[in-house]
T-cell receptor
Framework: AQSVTQLDSQVPVFEEAPVELRCNYS??????LFWYVQYPNQGLQLLLK??????LVESINGFEAEFNKSQTSFHLRKPSVHISDTAEYFC???????????FGIGTKLQVIP | SAVISQKPSRDICQRGTSLTIQCQVD?????MFWYRQQPGQSLTLIAT?????????ESGFVIDKFPISRPNLTFSTLTVSNMSPEDSSIYLC???????????FGSGTRLTVV
């Protein structure tokens, strides 16, 4: 079985400041890793994913996440946040060869003007 | 990626009644998934719906409470039956195309039971 831990339920940060949203997972098998974003009153959108290869993956809107196998982490970072980044972010894992997804509890990012 | 249309977007329902949520996908998919998102909690998988077969329910969810239909490869419904206030949640449908592809979600149905 897999589990996902998002250590911070809420993260307030000032506009243009950097941010890191933490995600740790546990699994006895190899996994794919995802970050999803949910803007207010909307469904989840895939932000970025790690399948294999380079451990650093990037999204089109400036977020990046780094897969660290030894620490079983997949933290999400952005060097400079905007007001529009205010949303809830979910880390998720799925075992390779299987489609069931396990989600973390979510981290609410609040960008302060 | 697919585009999912989920209806209704929100509803307020009386205790003891049922609500059917519809999920329409703009392309054919083998598996569709139904999730529940309760306030302050993680997304929880309710069931996996395959076309032409019975849905597979996760632990804690039963067909009598959450019957699912999957009449074709682009459509599915989830019914929340005999509702109680504890069923107040956001319900989302999701599809995935291939291993590691990632999943597309509908915009969700925000259900309030009074």
């Amino acid at each position: 079985a897999q589990s996902v831990t998002q250590l911070d339920s809420q993260v307030p940060v000032f506009e243009e400041a950097p941010v890191e949203l933490r995600c740790n997972y546990s699994s006895s098998v190899s996994v794919y890793l995802f970050w999803y974003v949910q803007y207010p009153n909307q469904g989840l959108q895939l932000l970025l994913k790690y399948l294999s290869g380079s451990t650093l993956v990037e999204s089109i809107n400036g977020f990046e996440a780094e897969f660290n196998k030894s620490q079983t982490s997949f933290h999400l970072r952005k060097p400079s946040v905007h007001i529009s980044d205010t949303a809830e972010y979910f880390c998720a894992v799925t075992p390779r060869g299987y489609q069931k997804v396990t989600f973390g509890i979510g981290t609410k990012l609040q960008v302060i003007p | 990626s697919a585009v999912i249309s989920q209806k209704p977007s929100r509803d307020i329902c009386q205790r003891g009644t049922s609500l059917t949520i519809q999920c329409q996908v703009d392309s054919q998919v083998t598996m569709m998934f139904w999730y529940r998102q309760q306030p302050g909690q993680s997304l929880t998988l309710i069931a996996t719906a395959n076309q032409g077969s019975e849905a597979t329910y996760e632990s804690g969810f039963v067909i009598d409470k959450f019957p699912i239909s999957r009449p074709n490869l682009t459509f599915s419904t989830l019914t929340v039956s005999n509702m109680s206030p504890e069923d107040s949640s956001i319900y989302l449908c999701s599809v995935g195309f291939s291993e590691g592809h990632g999943y597309t979600f509908g915009s969700g149905t925000r259900l309030t039971v009074v």
